[in-house]
Structure formats: C-alpha cells, structure tokens
C-alpha cells in the first residue's frame, strides 16, 4: 500500500483540497474537500487508512445524494488507483 502522504498528493492532484489529516497509531485519516465542477455544492471527504488491517474506509458526504453519487463514483475510482486495489462502494442508510 502506498504511504498516506502519496495518496493524499495524489487526491490534490485531481482537484481535492486536503482541509486535515494525523496519525494515531497505524490509522491515518485524512479529509478533502472540494465544489463540483459546474456546480454550487461542497462535496467532502473523509479517508481512513488502517495499515496494520489493510483496510480503507472512505466516506463522501455532501448536500445532495446526486452530488454525493457523483462524487463517490469519480474518486472511488481515482482512489483505487491510487491504492493499486479495486475499491467497492456501499451505500449508507
């Protein structure tokens, strides 16, 4: 897994805005925000990497589920790539 300073270069690259991120123990978290193209929502967020588990957990939030929709498809992908892994969305209730 790359290390969380290259995923967050990596997410900035691509139009996010890393608005805070630390360390505790060995989970990194990470948040970014950023406006959609063409539109006036503010979408965010909030990466969690858990690198002693292999695991990540990123949650999108945003003022509408068809901007978060969006949003979660386009950097899910970007995300994963990043990861070098296939990531899965889930859809909260």
């Not at 957990?57 to 892994?85: E, I, K």
Request: hydrophobic share 50%.
């Amino acid at each position: 897994m790359p290390v969380p300073e290259n995923v967050e270069e990596g997410l900035t690259r691509v139009g996010l805005t890393c608005i805070a991120a630390g360390v505790l123990g060995s989970t990194h978290k990470s948040y970014f925000a950023a406006r959609l193209r063409g539109s006036a929502d503010m979408v965010m967020l909030e990466l969690v990497l858990k690198w002693d588990a292999h695991t990540v957990q990123a949650t999108f939030r945003g003022a509408s589920l068809m901007s978060v929709t969006a949003f979660a498809d386009h950097f899910a992908a970007v995300l994963g790539n990043l990861l070098c892994t296939p990531l899965h969305l889930m859809q909260s209730t």
